[in-house]
């Protein structure tokens, strides 16, 4: 499972704090948790095409409900050109 997440990255100025290999409701995904700047988050990134199948409010809800995501917290969704979802969560900004 592993080997489908080890071109996931993030911005060049992030810090992977930790990562995971984990399913969610299924699906394989990469737990992270980063920090960019003053800004600490965590996200659960799939692989687009396993998930397409999936709306948003689907996907949300599915991370809402883990151990991991604090409530309330906002969720943002973010594709990228290079296959992945990026489901991101419990922001922090330490300013």
Same mark, same amino acid.
């Given at each position: 499972?592993?080997?489908?997440?080890?071109?996931?990255?993030?911005?060049?100025?992030?810090?992977?704090?930790?990562?995971?290999?984990?399913?969610?409701?299924?699906?394989?995904?990469?737990?992270?948790?980063?920090? !960019?700047?003053? @800004?600490?988050?965590?996200?659960?990134?799939?692989? %687009?095409?396993?998930?397409?199948? =999936?709306?948003?409010? /689907? !996907?949300?809800? @599915?991370?809402?409900?883990?151990?991991?995501?604090? %409530?309330?917290?906002?969720?943002? =969704?973010?594709?990228? /050109?290079?296959?992945?979802?990026?489901?991101?969560?419990?922001?922090?900004?330490?300013?």
């Amino acid at each position: 499972m592993s080997s489908k997440f080890e071109q996931v990255s993030l911005s060049p100025k992030a810090n992977v704090l930790a990562k995971q290999a984990v399913k969610l409701a299924g699906f394989d995904c990469q737990y992270q948790k980063w920090q !960019l700047d003053k @800004i600490t988050a965590e996200s659960f990134i799939f692989v %687009t095409d396993e998930i397409r199948s =999936l709306k948003e409010d /689907e !996907l949300k809800a @599915i991370v809402s409900v883990t151990k991991v995501c604090k %409530t309330p917290s906002q969720i943002i =969704l973010a594709r990228t /050109e290079s296959g992945f979802t990026f489901l991101s969560f419990n922001f922090d900004n330490k300013s």
